[in-house]
């Protein structure tokens, strides 16, 4: 019991308590963030290879593909932050964990929805009744339907509010055809549909950007999916965890996002225009 006391006592601290206590390079602070594969980690890995030694940092990645795991593991000292959330995903996980304190520091970047199209090169193009595939999820299908709304492809009712559906729509001028389908398999209902309604993650796993046209994006300006980086409440103002966060709005970062993902994964947040 006093062994385990001791390696639970040891998770704890700042990030630089830890250092100096496991005999790390002198100089030198280790962060474990826990991200999820794609991009969050590929980001992490780019700060770490090409950024990280000028600022006295060394970033472990620990990769997650469970979307609880990284808050557990940050809570009980396992990590000493993580990049993978959203404000109101971190919102929900924290209404189901009251006892959990975490905070949002800052948004790095948004995974943007986009609608995607295999036969069409242009939303203008859009056929009379033509089949929209959207998320069946709703947090998800709701932004779909706004982003549809924000193109003027449907309008949907003035007291739309929280989560929009098709009951939603007030008015369908093409009468296009909503169907919902499980968010991952959206790149492949491309092939059975006019356009689809894709988020991020999946149309990078998919490579949407060489394989199909992108008709239009959401909105990111006061986007609230903007993904970014998590910490304890009490290392807020933990220097070397501010520094990450520093580098994380560096323009080597907004450039490395811009060219490697092309308009899918769109850096925002502090010191972007």
């Known amino acids: 019991m006093a062994g385990a006391a001791a390696v639970l ?19 030198v602070v280790t962060l474990r963030v826990g991200a999820t594969p794609l991009p969050h980690a590929e980001i992490l890995e780019f700060v770490n290879d090409e950024l990280a030694a000028d600022a006295g940092l060394a970033i472990e990645v620990v990769e997650y593909t469970d979307y609880n795991q990284p808050n557990a593991a940050l809570a009980e000292g396992e990590l000493d932050a993580n990049y993978y959330q959203t404000v109101p995903f971190l919102e929900e996980y ?25 036969s069409l090169t242009d939303l203008d193009d859009l056929p009379e009744g033509a089949s929209i595939a959207v998320p069946n999820d709703a947090s998800n299908m709701d932004r779909a339907m706004r ?19 098709e009951s939603d729509i007030e008015d369908n001028p093409s009468d296009v055809t909503i169907t919902p389908v499980e968010a991952a398999q959206l790149p492949r209902s491309l092939q059975d549909v006019d356009a689809a309604v894709v988020n991020g993650n999946y149309a990078l796993e998919a490579n949407l950007t060489e394989t199909a046209n992108a008709l239009a994006w959401e909105e990111t300006e006061d986007n609230p999916y903007a993904n970014g980086l998590v910490v304890r409440s009490e290392d807020v103002g933990s220097e070397d965890l501010v520094r990450l966060n520093d580098l994380l ?5 907004r450039d490395f996002m811009e060219e490697r993902w092309q308009g899918i994964v769109i850096p925002v947040g502090p010191g972007t225009d």
């Open 9 to 27: 006592l040891a998770g704890c601290g700042s990030p630089s308590e830890r250092a100096a206590d496991d005999g790390g390079e002198e100089g």
């Open 94 to 118: 924290l209404e189901g964990n009251p006892d959990t304190d975490l905070s949002y520091v800052a948004d790095v970047h948004l995974e943007a929805f986009g609608l995607y199209s295999e």
């Open 147 to 165: 982003l549809l709304a924000e193109q003027d492809v449907i309008t949907l009712a003035d007291d739309t509010d929280g989560q929009a559906t």
């Open 249 to 253: 709005h560096s323009q080597e970062v």
